[in-house]
Every structure is written in C-alpha cells, then in structure tokens.
C-alpha cells in the first residue's frame, strides 16, 4: 500500500484513537489515572459507575493504546500508556475553551466567576517558591498526595480546611493545586481560605502537568 491509500489507512487509525476519547467518562477515567495507578475497584468508588461500564471504558483505552494494565491477583491496575497523554487532555481542553462557545460559557459561568483572580503559573510558582514568598497546599486524596506532589507542599485535603487553619501562614500568600486545571477542590479551597481572610489564589493547572514538565516531584509513605 502506498501514496494515498496509507495516509488513509493513518487517518482511520488516528480516528479511531479520537473516536475513543469521545466519551465523557472515560476522560474522567483518564484524569483519575493521571495522579498515579488505580484498581479497577477504586476506579469504580470515585465515579460512582457500575463495575461492567467502568470495565467497558477501560478496555476501550486500553486497546486505543492511551492506559496499560497489569494483573496483581484477583485486581487489574491501571495507568496512563504514556505521560503524553497528559498534553492530549491539556490541549483537548484548551482548544475547547478557546473554540467551543458552550465550553467557554461553562468555564465563564462556574469557574471564572467563582475565581477571577489570575492564576499562578508553573514559573511564578518556581520562582516564588525559591523567594520563600508562598505557603503551597495540596488538596488531593492522601494516596494522589503520596504518590506524588510538589516538593514543600503541605497536604490538607477539603475536609480538613477549616480545622487546620491555624497551620496556615497570614503573611504570605497561599497557593492551592490538585488534579488540574478545572479540579473543583482547588477553587474550593481558594474560595474558603479568602472567606477566612487569607490571601490565596490556585495554580494555573495540576500536579499532571507539573510533572510531565520534568519539574521536581517528591513522594512520601502512605501511612
């Protein structure tokens, strides 16, 4: 086969690939595997899907090449294929924004109203982090938190906000991340802390991205 008729060939497979990302939970399922390995089991507790469709999704990413599995007895784990799937959804998103009118009017109406202050970008982080100029919290689950964050960064899931305020320095400003650039718990987070009187802002996107730009990572002990 030649000339036309493998860039066809090319064009079908590369469809397919997008034909697979054409379903709302399985993006889901592609976020939650972007902080690090999940059971099927616990693929099922944090979606609230039945066990046969979160199975069917999986399989689906798994033959389109964007997760890889491994069996540890009587549970299958699952991961992301290749950390480039991390910039798919990144720009997946971002051309949606910009592009998709009823996108950029959900973002508008829930995100950038709830938060119009200008998000911390990966670089002003670095640089303000180094200065000793910003207090950084990760809102994630302990085994996201553990599996992987930025070094430095005090983990205080949501629920543990307001009981653990007193933690939280007055004199410098607060940044919250967690799993991307539309995770709900970091804008919780920023909206409760300046309801406190702290100032506080989010980072511009996640612990995926940050890690995918080769910036350091620490890990702690699950205990």
Sequence with gaps: MAGPGIKRLLYAQFAQVAKT???APRLELLELLAQRERSVEELVGLTDLPVANVSQHLQHLRRSGLVANRRDGKHIHY???????????????????????ETAR???????????????SRT?????????????????PV???AEGHIPGAMHVPLVELERRLAEFPRDQEI???CRGPYCVLAFEAVARLRRQGYQARRLQDGFPEWKLARLPVATTAVA
Excluded: C, M, W
């Design 106 to 120: 959900t973002i508008d109406r829930y995100f950038k109203k709830r938060d119009a202050l200008e998000p911390v």
């Design 21 to 23: 990302l054409a379903s």
């Design 175 to 177: 940044v919250a991340y």
């Design 143 to 145: 085994e996201e938190f």
């Design 79 to 101: 991961r992301l294929a290749d950390p480039a799937v991390v910039n798919l959804l990144g720009t997946l998103q971002e051309l949606a924004e910009r592009n998709h009118v």
């Design 124 to 140: 002003e982080l670095l640089r303000r982090k180094k200065a000793g100029a910003v207090f950084v919290i990760d809102v994630r």
